[in-house]
């Protein structure tokens, strides 16, 4: 199995920044895309920035500019780098990350996971 911690939320005014930081443990083999979602009170979860195995990156329009993400291969971990907040983005921000990992029997299985999600918070 695949677990996923994430940390670095918080509460930070307008304009200042915060990283987020996600580490994927467990037997895993490969590690493909890995991502950020974030979801305001009362609206959907909407993708915030995507890096693929392949190098490629894709972010959500609202962010540009301001947000970078980035993956550490050796420690299985995927952070954003968040500047310039602005209150409407405060959510409850969740990595995702897809790869293969061996199971009990030693086969390669497919996992797609979730972190638990952690709170930002941009207010004055």
């Known amino acids: 199995q695949v677990q996923l911690l994430e940390s670095g939320g918080g509460l930070v005014q307008p304009g200042g920044s915060l990283k987020l930081s996600c580490a994927a443990s467990?037997?895993?083999?490969?590690?493909?895309?890995m991502a950020w979602h974030r979801q305001a009170p009362g609206k959907k979860r909407e993708m915030v920035a995507v890096?693929?195995?392949?190098?490629?990156?894709n972010y959500a329009d609202s962010v540009v500019g301001r947000f970078t993400i980035s993956r550490d291969n050796a420690k299985n971990t995927v952070y954003l780098r968040m500047t310039r907040l602005k209150p409407e983005d405060t959510a409850v921000y969740y990595c995702?990350?897809?790869?293969?990992?061996?199971?009990?029997?030693?086969?390669?299985?497919?996992?797609?996971?979730w972190g638990q999600g952690t709170q930002v918070t941009v207010s004055s």
């Open positions: 467990g037997s895993i083999f490969s590690i493909n895309t």
């Open positions: 995702n990350i897809e790869g293969q990992y061996y199971s009990d029997s030693g086969s390669l299985e497919w996992f797609n996971n």
């Open positions: 890096t693929t195995s392949g190098g490629q990156l």
